[in-house]
């Protein structure tokens, strides 16, 4: 390979890297949240039901939604709607509290931070947080569950409907439930899925959704979701705290992105090979 050929391997491995490293940048964090673990609040201790509790600059969570807490007398385990397990201690967050909600749209309800504000309207922002699931005392059989999250229009709620009729709320749709948002232009982002084993539970993992914002003050909603949304599901509970608003580490490629990285640095090398390579004795 002659000068000129070395030259137009390195201009187009320059290309592919600077056209990966485009693609490693993250959706800026959901700004101006307070209270993200549900350790402020105006009513009654945990464990208690979430209107009970009021946690300051949250809304709804008129169902089987409560705040449970970290030690064992208010814990998940205890109180209205226990569960088989609690989930474990998240020691970085210090003293907080989290949500547990029943996943059966029949029960359950949709809870909202009230004003979320200072966005972009078509700027699509992160919003990580923390999520874990169990089983109801008393029942036993496999579940899943997940939360559903929505920035809408200030004022907005999640909600289950008919699939037949999205637009009216419905807690008795039984197999043919959706999630809706009350804003028809709300973005709407479903979080990692979680299989709960009967009797068991998925201890908290990190979770990350990514949603648009269409005005500059809106709603953030969530919604728990267990079994796709089944009335006939056996309890599935879904817990959430620690709802943060810093976005995963940037600049870190995929794996996919490191290999293909990896072949132009390994073209590169050939080249060197070949320039290094003695002439052979004629």
Aim: with cysteine; hydrophobic share 35%; proline share 7%.
């Amino acid at each position: 390979m002659n000068g000129s050929d070395i030259r137009r391997y390195l201009l187009a491995s320059t290309t592919l890297t600077v056209t990966l490293t485009a693609n490693f940048a993250q959706a800026t964090p959901l700004p101006g949240l307070s209270n993200l673990d549900f350790s402020n609040y105006t009513g009654s201790a945990p464990k208690s039901y979430f209107t009970s509790v009021n946690p300051t600059g949250w809304t709804g969570g008129n169902g089987l939604v409560f705040i449970a807490g970290t030690s064992a007398g208010n814990n998940a385990t205890n109180g209205p709607n226990s569960t088989w397990q609690a989930p474990s201690v998240i020691a970085s967050l210090g003293n907080y509290n989290y949500v547990q909600a029943d996943g059966n749209p029949y029960y359950e309800s949709g809870f909202s931070y009230a004003s979320v504000m200072g966005l972009t309207p078509g700027d699509t922002y992160s919003l990580t947080f923390y999520q874990a699931a169990s089983q109801q005392t008393g029942y036993s059989g496999a579940t899943t569950n997940q939360w559903i999250v929505a920035l809408g229009a200030v004022g907005s709620f999640l909600y289950s409907a008919e699939a037949s009729s999205p637009g009216t709320p419905n807690s008795s749709c039984g197999t043919t439930c959706v999630y809706v948002d009350s804003d028809p232009n709300a973005s709407i982002a479903a979080s990692a899925l979680m299989n709960v084993p009967s009797e068991g539970l998925v201890d908290w993992q990190q979770t990350s959704v990514e949603l648009t914002a269409h005005a500059t003050t809106e709603t953030l909603s969530f919604l728990a979701w267990g079994d796709n949304g089944n009335t006939t599901n056996l309890p599935p509970m879904a817990f959430l705290t620690g709802v943060n608003s810093f976005a995963p580490p940037t600049g870190v490629p995929e794996p996919a992105t490191w290999a293909m990285v990896g072949l132009g640095f390994a073209g590169l090398g050939m080249i060197g090979r070949r320039r290094r390579r003695p002439a052979t004795a004629g």
